[in-house]
């Protein structure tokens, strides 16, 4: 399954806060495309998934927006 | 076996919080971060906005502590709970409008319920007795304790030799005799630990992490309550006060204008919210009217937004008004002349 979450025109951190509420609401292996605006994004979501045990899969960047596909790892607490 | 217990750290991404949570988890601790997003975080805004700002280093810096600590950490919004603590506050503002006492209560207090829906053990904070005036002082952080409910549950590990055990220390999941007493303003003592730890790359500490500790924020802020009549704000009016010049050469209505492509971009989304004037006929400012405004009003406000433009030497200069609506309408007129724009108009 893939989903997709517009975080354009947000400023950082909340393009990584909506990311991770989206992804707290999937399972692991399914895909989350995350489009933003703000460069910020770039280092930050994947930083986040990083910590947080998920994959940044791709990034790229689209008509001046920024676009990273996110693939949901196992949630362990 | 021990049970391996569980903690809570909050993390602002300075270095105090870093190390407070690195000598927790040398004790055996499994450590989790969180960080509270309140909407004046001064974290990424402007870097990503400003130009001269992308030169910087582009990090979430409570992501990069996390990142060091290799613990995970929660981001979470509080926007508009946390309305109530910069409008409200019981225990009032420092120099400017930061409401430190009460914000430190307000998260110490999200950080417990955190903890009572997740299992956790304790919270842990990075203060140090004495190093604010307003909330890091030894009866300040007595009212945190009392105020967020935390009880005996809150760590303070760079100060807890100078306060009473807590429950984390009380009960052997720490050893107290490992943790420090910190006091007062230096720095030095932590700079010490970073290096023991071998923590060389940090946020250096600056004016704070919040845009409400600084002068001309707070002064805008204090502007837009003034100007509607009340003390409320939403999320898109925070975020503007951070960008462009504000000025307000009538009462009824301020200017925000652009001062280089990454804020004029960042203003162009507020299109439908504000009426837009453009400049056509020379390079310049994308510039929003805040307020309710007539045909003179957009007149002046052209003269001004023009002075800040390429064609500020030139006689007339060509400019368009995008209404909220979409409707468009082209403007002739002439920059004002520097010395006419006053002073006082800038917020």
Same mark, same amino acid.
């Given at each position: 399954?893939? !989903? @997709?979450? *517009?975080?354009?025109? #947000?400023?950082?951190?909340?393009?990584?806060?909506?990311? @991770?509420?989206?992804?707290?609401?999937?399972?692991?292996?399914?895909?989350?495309?995350?489009?933003?605006? *703000?460069?910020?994004?770039?280092?930050?979501?994947?930083?986040?998934?990083?910590?947080?045990?998920?994959?940044?899969? !791709?990034?790229?960047? @689209?008509?001046?927006? #920024?676009?990273? #596909?996110?693939?949901?790892? !196992?949630?362990?607490? | 076996?021990?049970? $391996?217990?569980?903690?809570?750290?909050?993390?602002?991404?300075?270095?105090?919080?870093?190390?407070?949570?690195?000598?927790?988890?040398?004790?055996?601790?499994?450590?989790?971060?969180?960080?509270?997003?309140?909407?004046?975080?001064?974290?990424?805004?402007?870097?990503?906005?400003?130009?001269?700002?992308?030169?910087?280093?582009?990090?979430?810096?409570?992501?990069?502590?996390?990142?060091?600590?290799?613990?995970?950490?929660?981001i979470i919004d509080v926007t508009e709970q946390y309305k109530?603590?910069?409008?409200?506050?019981?225990?009032?503002?420092?120099?400017?409008?930061?409401?430190?006492? +009460?914000?430190?209560?307000?998260?110490?207090?999200?950080?417990?319920?955190?903890?009572?829906?997740?299992?956790?053990?304790?919270?842990?904070?990075?203060?140090?007795?004495?190093?604010?005036?307003?909330?890091?002082?030894? +009866? =300040?952080?007595?009212?945190?304790?009392?105020?967020?409910?935390?009880?005996?549950?809150?760590?303070?590990?760079?100060?807890?030799?100078?306060?009473?055990? =807590?429950?984390?220390?009380?009960?052997?999941?720490?050893?107290?005799?490992?943790?420090?007493?910190?006091?007062?303003?230096?720095?030095?003592?932590?700079?010490?630990?970073?290096?023991?730890?071998?923590?060389? +790359?940090?946020?250096?500490?600056?004016?704070?992490?919040?845009?409400?500790?600084?002068?001309?924020?707070?002064?805008?802020?204090?502007?837009?309550?003034?100007?509607?009549?009340?003390?409320?704000?939403?999320?898109? +009016?925070?975020?503007?006060?951070?960008?462009? /010049?504000?000025?307000? &050469?009538?009462?009824?209505?301020?200017?925000?204008?652009?001062?280089?492509?990454?804020?004029?971009?960042?203003?162009?989304?507020? $299109?439908?919210?504000?009426?837009?004037? /453009?400049?056509?006929?020379?390079?310049?400012?994308?510039?929003?009217?805040?307020?309710?405004?007539?045909?003179?009003?957009?007149?002046?406000?052209?003269?001004?937004?023009?002075?800040?433009?390429?064609?500020?030497?030139?006689g007339q200069v060509e400019m368009?008004?995008?209404?909220?609506?979409?409707?468009?309408?082209?403007?002739?007129?002439?920059?004002? &002349?520097?010395?006419?724009?006053?002073?006082?108009?800038?917020?």
């Amino acid at each position: 399954m893939r !989903e @997709q979450l *517009d975080a354009r025109r #947000l400023l950082c951190p909340l393009p990584v806060i909506r990311t @991770q509420d989206r992804v707290n609401t999937m399972a692991a292996g399914e895909l989350l495309e995350v489009i933003c605006t *703000d460069p910020g994004a770039a280092s930050d979501i994947p930083a986040w998934c990083r910590i947080n045990g998920h994959k940044v899969i !791709e990034m790229r960047e @689209q008509s001046g927006e #920024l676009v990273i #596909l996110i693939e949901v790892g !196992e949630k362990k607490r | 076996m021990m049970q $391996q217990r569980r903690a809570l750290a909050l993390i602002s991404g300075g270095l105090d919080s870093l190390l407070a949570a690195r000598v927790v988890m040398e004790q055996g601790i499994h450590v989790e971060g969180v960080n509270f997003y309140t909407g004046f975080c001064v974290e990424g805004h402007t870097h990503a906005i400003r130009k001269k700002d992308r030169a910087r280093p582009k990090r979430n810096n409570a992501l990069w502590v996390a990142e060091q600590l290799g613990i995970k950490l929660h981001i979470i919004d509080v926007t508009e709970q946390y309305k109530d603590v910069v409008i409200n506050p019981k225990h009032g503002y420092g120099a400017n409008l930061n409401p430190c006492l +009460d914000c430190k209560c307000f998260m110490v207090g999200k950080a417990v319920e955190w903890i009572g829906e997740h299992g956790f053990d304790f919270i842990i904070t990075g203060e140090v007795v004495g190093q604010r005036p307003m909330s890091q002082r030894r +009866d =300040t952080m007595r009212i945190v304790v009392r105020e967020s409910q935390v009880g005996e549950r809150l760590l303070r590990p760079l100060c807890a030799k100078n306060l009473p055990p =807590t429950l984390p220390e009380l009960e052997g999941w720490v050893d107290r005799e490992k943790l420090y007493g910190f006091s007062g303003r230096s720095r030095k003592p932590q700079m010490a630990l970073a290096k023991q730890f071998g923590l060389m +790359d940090y946020a250096q500490p600056a004016g704070g992490c919040c845009f409400l500790t600084d002068e001309a924020y707070s002064r805008k802020l204090a502007d837009l309550w003034e100007s509607r009549g009340a003390r409320e704000y939403e999320l898109d +009016d925070i975020m503007l006060l951070k960008v462009g /010049r504000h000025l307000r &050469p009538r009462p009824h209505f301020k200017l925000i204008i652009g001062r280089e492509e990454g804020e004029n971009n960042f203003l162009q989304g507020y $299109q439908r919210r504000f009426p837009l004037l /453009r400049m056509i006929s020379h390079p310049g400012p994308l510039t929003l009217i805040d307020g309710e405004v007539g045909a003179e009003d957009v007149e002046l406000a052209a003269c001004i937004a023009a002075r800040f433009s390429a064609g500020r030497d030139a006689g007339q200069v060509e400019m368009q008004l995008i209404d909220r609506d979409g409707s468009e309408q082209m403007l002739q007129v002439f920059p004002m &002349p520097v010395a006419e724009v006053r002073l006082e108009w800038y917020l």
